[in-house]
């Protein structure tokens, strides 16, 4: 098993920056790839970020390359998501996910093993 948590979401302004963190407890976290999806109301849950597990390569939804960043810190057990240039549409649920790294890194949801409970994120414009 592996328990994720993450944190760092809140309220911010159109154009704003937020960092988001996703703690990773229980087995061992660089057997695992990690991504970052979101939901907003009403929608499915979407791929926004993912990353290997030895963080060698990155992959990211269209609507948020060039404006997030995902990184990762096996000593940690910690992935990261760093959003710059939010904007109203970024609103959402973000929650982070793992991954067996026996499998290649995904964009689809169904194919990460683990999720967190979810940090919302709110962007007023």
């Known amino acids: 098993q592996v328990q994720l948590e993450e944190s760092g979401g809140g309220l911010v302004q159109a154009g704003d920056s937020l960092g988001l963190s996703c703690a990773a407890s229980?087995?061992?976290?660089?057997?695992?790839?990690m991504g970052w999806f979101r939901q907003a109301p009403g929608k499915e849950r979407e791929f926004v970020a993912g990353i290997t597990w030895s963080g060698s390569m990155t992959y990211y939804a269209d609507s948020v390359k060039g404006r997030f960043t995902i990184s990762r810190d096996n000593a940690k057990s910690t992935v990261y998501l760093q959003m710059n240039s939010l904007k109203p549409e970024d609103t959402a649920v973000y929650y982070c996910a793992a991954a067996h790294r026996r499998t290649s890194l995904s964009r689809n949801r169904n194919a990460y093993d683990y999720w967190g409970q979810g940090t919302q994120v709110t962007v007023a414009s």
């Open positions: 229980g087995r061992t976290f660089s057997s695992y790839h």
